[in-house]
């Protein structure tokens, strides 16, 4: 089964990056959006970051032209999906628009295609139910930033094919990523599930007084040897990520480990979302 053309739809901080990602890995690749606006920044934004690996010594100017020169971009989703060997979708986490989506792929990309989506929390079953061919649909999972981050999560809903989640294996390595095979449909997949136990730990000896976030980072980075302790993190993120994950996790289980920490609710309600805003845990320049 070829993995030639590869159709990404959504070119937000995801989609943009995994488009250039698959590039890199010398397939064809679509990008669509429904605003022109963002094709434009996602084009320029992936050019900044090829160029500063040639300025780098990290990539030839010839390569990051030809990896360039390999994402087209449209409005059209019909364009993007029509050739398409695989699709994956990176758009709003929402899932009426996700459905949406999915039900006009099932129409419009050849019948052999795999239909993905990137979505962080909705296993793809729900997506799926909009389709007539849930067998050929899968969770790709990948993080953000994807021109950096190595890992893919491939998860199989209930009636996903063999050969579906295989061939998004394959997509994974394709694309110079490292993929895992997660058989169930769980929420948080394995790394936001270990991620949310432990960040969850963290925000409880916040509030409970043990420690302050500085210290509680410290520990954690020199301790753990983690690259980031969760305060810092979780900046990174942006802390309405955290807290909107925290909240669904509670709101979908009921269970009381996912309950979100009242001071990460009062950053949000601050509106000191982390570094986008210039101010969360720490204060960015
Ligand atoms: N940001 C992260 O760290 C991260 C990590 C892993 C997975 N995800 C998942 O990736 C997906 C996208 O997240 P993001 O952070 O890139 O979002 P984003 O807000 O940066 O981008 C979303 C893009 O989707 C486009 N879009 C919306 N509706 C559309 C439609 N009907 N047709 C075409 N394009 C449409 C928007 O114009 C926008 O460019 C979400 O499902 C999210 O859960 C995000």
Redesign the pocket.
């Known amino acids: 089964m070829s993995l030639q053309r590869l159709a990404v739809?959504?070119?937000?901080?995801?989609?943009a990056q995994i488009a250039q990602q698959a590039a890199l890995g010398g397939i064809e690749v679509t990008l669509?959006?429904?605003?022109y606006e963002?094709l434009a920044k996602a084009a320029e934004s992936n050019r900044g970051h090829l160029m500063r690996r040639v300025e780098n010594g990290k990539l030839a100017q010839a390569d990051a032209n030809t990896a360039l020169g390999r994402v087209r971009v449209t409005t059209d989703?019909a364009e993007a999906a029509r050739d398409a060997d695989f699709v994956i979708e990176?758009?709003?986490?929402d899932l009426g628009?996700k459905r949406?989506?999915f039900a006009d792929l099932d129409r419009l990309a050849p019948a052999a295609a795999v239909l993905a989506?990137?979505?962080?929390?909705m296993g793809i079953s729900k997506i799926a139910e909009a389709t007539s061919t849930p067998e050929r649909c899968v969770n790709m999972?990948?993080?953000?930033p994807v021109l950096v981050m190595d890992l893919v999560e491939v998860v199989r809903g209930p009636q996903t094919s063999d050969e579906t989640a295989q061939r998004a294996m394959a997509m994974g390595r394709a694309m110079g990523r490292t993929p895992v095979l997660i058989n169930k449909e769980i929420d948080g997949f394995i790394v936001n599930r270990i991620l949310h136990a432990a960040t969850q730990e963290a925000y409880r000896l916040l509030d409970a007084g043990v420690a302050g976030f500085e210290d509680i980072d410290i520990a954690v980075e020199k301790g753990l040897n983690w690259p980031m302790g969760p305060f810092r993190l979780g900046d990174f993120?942006g802390l309405d990520?955290t807290y909107n994950a925290r909240l669904h996790m509670f709101k979908t289980t009921g269970d009381e480990r996912y309950r979100p920490s009242s001071q990460l609710e009062a950053k949000v309600k601050a509106g000191k979302l982390g570094r986008k805003t210039k101010e969360g845990w720490y204060t960015y320049e």
């Open positions: 739809v959504g070119a937000g901080s995801m989609g669509q959006d429904k605003s963002q989703l990176a758009v709003f986490e628009v949406s989506i989506s990137n979505s962080s929390t999972h990948f993080f953000y993120s990520v």
